[in-house]
């Protein structure tokens, strides 16, 4: 079963301004990860950020966790019509080998 | 690096079918590749964890006699779906961790493939 939920469900914003997508989770987790899927095809790796971690930056993108919270969010700065896709955070359980369990996505539309 | 395929991208059969779908790393070697299953507008599912050498672990509510899989080499894991029906229409995915990157729980992804079941 999915244990992330991601808000909002869907997203739309003109270009130029910043997206910021949420996610939370249930269990312990290792690390997260957040992945971006285009419309019909696979799933690019983003970022990961490790439990021990607060906040990660990776070019336009920004990450932070909170594990009290089970809490993560995914921000892009100064969007572009390019990154409209499905977002989708990753966990993965300290009581599990590897599985990564998906939450549940956030569609992101960048209006040109 | 680490680049995943999978063939076929796209498949369409009758009902009643099987369908074949590989997962390949091109280049590198992983020991475990997972395989998802995505309907429209949903996230990704695990539906299986393959062990190369060995039975593949099914997630709960996922039929292992009809989503065969299996992990021949360290660079190949198949899932075969027996006697398809329209219902097992969606996107597969697969993924595959590095043997050598277990640390971080680093997987890539393949491109995914569409069975359509008529």
């Known amino acids: 079963s999915q244990q992330g939920e991601e808000d909002p469900q869907a997203l739309s914003i003109q270009e130029g301004e910043n997206a910021t997508m949420n996610c939370s989770y249930k269990?312990?987790?290792?690390?997260l990860q957040w992945y971006r899927q285009n419309s019909g095809r696979g799933l690019v790796h983003l970022i990961l950020?490790?439990?021990?971690?607060r906040e990660k930056h990776s070019g336009r993108l920004r990450v932070t966790l909170d594990t009290s919270k089970k809490s993560s969010s995914l921000l892009i700065t100064a969007s572009r019509a390019a990154d409209t896709a499905s977002y989708f955070c990753?966990?993965?359980?300290?009581?599990?080998?590897?599985?990564?369990?998906f939450g549940s996505g956030t569609r992101l539309l960048v209006r040109p | 690096g680490a680049v995943v395929s999978q063939h076929p991208s796209w498949v369409i059969c009758k009902s009643g079918t099987s369908v074949k779908i590989e997962c390949r790393s091109l280049?590198?070697?992983?020991?475990?590749m997972f395989w998802y299953r995505q309907f429209p507008k949903q996230s990704l599912m695990l539906m299986a964890t393959?062990?190369?050498?060995?039975?593949?672990?099914?997630e709960q509510g996922v039929e292992k006699d009809k989503f065969l899989i299996n992990h021949a080499s360290l660079t190949l894991s198949t899932l075969t779906v027996t006697s398809a029906h329209p219902e097992d229409s969606s996107f597969y995915i697969c993924?595959?961790?590095?043997?050598?990157?277990?640390?971080?729980?680093?997987?890539?992804f393949g491109p995914g493939t569409r069975l359509t079941v008529l």
């Open positions: 993924s595959a961790q590095p043997a050598d990157r277990l640390s971080y729980n680093e997987q890539f």
């Open positions: 269990t312990s987790i290792n690390n």
């Open positions: 950020i490790r439990s021990n971690e």
């Open positions: 990753a966990t993965d359980r300290m009581d599990s080998s590897y599985k990564l369990i």
């Open positions: 280049d590198f070697q992983a020991t475990t």
């Open positions: 393959s062990n190369e050498g060995s039975k593949a672990t099914y």
